[in-house]
């Protein structure tokens, strides 16, 4: 069951990126042991792999254990080499193998939708170096309508995360992207709470509160300004308590992401909750 401090429930959940060195069953087992009431399932090689034999069966046994943890789910799709070994994160929706890009996130939404899970996770990618910002654009809107339409059939949310470095990289270029695809209901918005205090001008809470509107999926994790690398709470210059009082009415996910911590993920999945349970109590001093 969600967490309840300050009157307010919260769903805290980890991505499965931080535990590839564990069996998905097992992750899960861990994470609800701890307290967790979510899993961020990131489809990966080792994680519900969407190209495996015996997928369905797979999937069937995690749908069972979710229920059994009491655990709810989303999918998220930012496994490094998935679909490629040599290059990390390709293809994506702006290259000319697009279409491969767009059949993992079709399979996505039905593992999402076997799964019980509401929301799908997404990201543009970075503008290859001869497609021009104009057509990189066009390009993704294209895409994304036609996903879009998936979604629809599926009953998922695609929630989309501005990341650093990308076409789609702040708050500003997901409103431009929700509005080329005239506000679709479906198109949401994955908000990184670290990512908001590397890159946005103004500062966490605001960002939060700016995003409300079209939130789906929250990700969380210390930062540094202009630096992107996600951080174990503490070990950067985020103040906590705003961003979770400017949360406040959000009922989805709360994600831990820290998958380059998967050498130690059970004792750092422990740290990070008991740090937000902190951090979120503090709000009724």
């Known amino acids: ?48 792999d969407p190209y495996a034999l015996g997928l369905n069966r797979e999937v069937a046994a995690t749908a069972k254990l979710l229920g059994e943890l009491g655990m709810t789910a989303v999918v998220e799709t930012g496994g490094r080499y998935t679909l490629d070994p040599r290059r990390k994160h390709h293809p994506t929706l702006l290259g000319d193998e697009a279409w491969r890009r767009a059949d993992y996130l079709r399979r996505a939404m039905r593992i999402a939708a076997d799964l019980g899970a509401p929301v799908v996770h997404l990201w543009s990618g970075a503008t290859p170096c001869d497609v021009t910002e104009q057509e990189a654009w066009a390009r993704l809107a294209g895409w994304c309508e036609r996903l879009l339409d998936d979604a629809d059939e599926a009953g998922v949310t695609l929630a989309f995360e501005p990341e650093p470095g990308m076409l ?113 109590g503090r709000l009724d001093g």
Do not use: K
């Open 168 to 280: 789609v990289q702040d708050l500003a270029d997901y409103e431009r992207l929700r509005r080329l695809l005239g506000g679709h209901p479906r198109f949401g918005l994955t908000l990184d709470i670290g990512h908001c205090r590397c890159l946005e001008p103004q500062d966490v809470p605001s960002c939060v509160r700016r995003a409300l509107p079209y939130l789906a999926h929250v990700q969380i994790e210390d930062m540094r300004r202009g630096v992107h690398e996600h951080l174990e709470f503490g070990a950067g210059d985020i103040d906590f308590p705003p961003v979770m009082a400017a949360l406040a009415g959000y009922g989805g996910q709360v994600a831990v992401e820290l998958a380059r911590h998967g050498h130690a993920a059970p004792e750092v999945a422990r740290r990070s909750i008991d740090f937000l349970r902190r951090a979120h």
């Open 1 to 48: 069951m969600a967490v309840q401090t300050g009157g307010d429930l919260v769903n805290w959940s980890y991505c499965t990126n931080g535990f590839r060195d564990h069996r998905l069953p097992e992750a899960l087992a861990v994470l609800a042991d701890l307290g967790y009431t979510g899993a961020a399932i990131t489809l990966d090689h080792g994680h519900l």
